[in-house]
């Protein structure tokens, strides 16, 4: 799975000016992340439908948009879910460098862990080995 990360300006409308574009592309956003840098810039991390569609129209757009793989780990919404996973990754000894969540609606309602690490291939065995499962990309994608 792959999130898109937008090297963005910290000025009144530039934030708007990234949806409008994937508004006008017909791009879902189904997660999203923005921080302060300094210096008044900022990155935007989006978890979308269709990544590499949504990279080309913010590119074609002149915005700065990269693709970096991802996890995206299930967990249970109640007190302790976050932590218990976060405790899997690390026996893992996997580190996350960004993160941000996502709460599914529904009965049964899951949230989600959006995970970027030091190095995604190196990580994926070794998250395996602890037993855990990232969630497949047409659950978050919705293809």
Same mark, same amino acid.
């Given at each position: 799975?792959?999130?898109?990360?937008?090297?963005?300006?910290?000025?009144?409308?530039?934030?708007?000016?990234?949806?409008?574009?994937?508004? /006008?592309?017909?791009?879902?956003?189904?997660?999203?992340?923005?921080?302060?840098?300094?210096?008044?810039?900022?990155?935007?991390?989006? +978890?979308?439908?269709? &990544?590499?569609?949504?990279?080309?129209?913010?590119?074609?757009?002149?915005?700065?948009?990269?693709?970096?793989?991802?996890?995206?780990?299930?967990?249970? /919404?109640? &007190?302790?879910?976050? /932590?218990?996973?976060?405790?899997?990754?690390?026996?893992?000894?996997?580190?996350?460098?960004?993160?941000?969540?996502?709460?599914?609606?529904?009965?049964?309602?899951?949230?989600? +862990?959006?995970?970027?690490?030091?190095?995604?291939?190196?990580? +994926? &065995?070794?998250?395996?080995?602890?037993?855990?499962? &990232?969630?497949?990309?047409?659950?978050?994608?919705?293809?």
């Amino acid at each position: 799975m792959v999130h898109v990360s937008i090297f963005l300006e910290n000025k009144m409308g530039h934030f708007g000016r990234v949806t409008r574009v994937l508004r /006008d592309s017909g791009i879902n956003i189904r997660a999203i992340s923005l921080t302060h840098t300094a210096n008044g810039w900022g990155v935007l991390h989006l +978890l979308v439908d269709n &990544p590499e569609q949504a990279q080309t129209a913010l590119k074609n757009a002149g915005l700065s948009a990269a693709l970096r793989r991802i996890f995206v780990f299930e967990m249970e /919404d109640r &007190p302790g879910g976050l /932590d218990e996973l976060l405790l899997k990754i690390g026996q893992a000894g996997v580190n996350i460098i960004n993160a941000y969540g996502q709460l599914a609606r529904g009965d049964n309602a899951q949230a989600y +862990l959006i995970a970027d690490v030091d190095d995604y291939d190196a990580a +994926l &065995p070794l998250i395996k080995a602890q037993g855990l499962n &990232p969630v497949e990309d047409n659950i978050i994608y919705k293809n």
